[in-house]
């Protein structure tokens, strides 16, 4: 079973929104914090905005006030909201979970990683 799975990415005009998902096991979910990550062409992986189990966020400067990062619960599926998006922002997201945020922050220790989408963000 791949442990997270992601969706929704594509190409979009700049100004435009487009929503990721990710979903997880019941285990993955319940007990780690999760987050998005992006890497864009020549750059490194970044992390976008990170959610905790119990649902603090943190973001990135760089899309505070235009990302939101949430969850539903109900569906063990995390959500990342991309509006006025910017061709600066075209990259691979990828979801990733740790059961600590300060290695997710980082994207190293042990974080388990989604395959990847990919999103265009054109002017």
């Known amino acids: 079973q791949v442990p997270l799975v992601e969706s929704g990415g594509g190409s979009v005009q700049s100004g435009g929104s487009l929503t990721l998902s990710c979903t997880a096991s019941?285990?993955?979910?319940?007990?780690?914090?999760m987050g998005w990550h992006r890497q864009a062409p020549g750059k490194q992986r970044e992390l976008v905005a990170g959610?905790?189990?119990?649902?603090?966020?943190r973001y990135a400067d760089s899309v505070k006030g235009r990302f939101i990062i949430s969850k539903i619960h109900a569906n063990n599926t995390l959500l990342l909201q991309m509006n006025s998006l910017k061709p600066e922002d075209t990259a691979v997201y990828f979801c990733?979970?740790?059961?600590?945020?300060?290695?997710?922050?980082?994207?190293?220790?042990?974080?388990?990683w989604g395959q990847g989408t990919r999103v265009t963000v054109s002017s």
């Open positions: 019941d285990s993955i979910f319940a007990t780690n914090a």
């Open positions: 959610i905790t189990i119990g649902d603090g966020t």
């Open positions: 990733a979970a740790h059961p600590s945020m300060g290695p997710l922050v980082t994207g190293q220790g042990g974080v388990r």
